[in-house]
Nanobody, 120 residues
Framework: QVQLVESGGGLVQAGASLRLSCAAS????????MGWFRHPPGKERDLVAF????????YYADSLKGRFTISRDNAKDTVYLQMNSLKPEDTAVYYC?????????????WGQGTQVTVSS
């Protein structure tokens, strides 16, 4: 089992930056990918970005490239999401998730989410 705890959300004005953190604990030695999803009000949850835990390869949703950056600190078992030039449409609950080596593509573990609200 892996436990994920997000932090860093809040209320900001458009144009501001936020950095979200996700601390992993438990059986993290088997972690393969860690990612961020977001669930805007009234919409479906979407993938924002993910990063491979060993090699650091990254993936971003096309619409977020250039504004959001995912990174990891293996020593701290923590993944970050740096969000710049925030827009009101970035308002959402942001979730951290992870896959193990044996997860077969399934995002198996989830955090509780952190609210990001961007005012215009």
């Amino acid at each position: 089992q892996v436990q994920l705890v997000e932090s860093g959300g809040g209320l900001v004005q458009a144009g501001a930056s936020l950095r979200l953190s996700c601390a992993a604990s438990g059986r993290t030695s088997s972690t393969f990918l860690m990612g961020w999803f977001r669930h805007p009000p009234g919409k479906e949850r979407d993938l924002v970005a993910f990063i491979s835990w060993s090699g650091g390869s990254t993936y971003y949703a096309d619409s977020l490239k250039g504004r959001f950056t995912i990174s990891r600190d293996n020593a701290k078992d923590t993944v970050y999401l740096q969000m710049n030039s925030l827009k009101p449409e970035d308002t959402a609950v942001y979730y951290c998730a992870s896959q193990d080596l044996g997860s077969r593509g399934k995002w198996e573990y989830w955090g509780q989410g952190t609210q990001v609200t961007v005012s215009s």
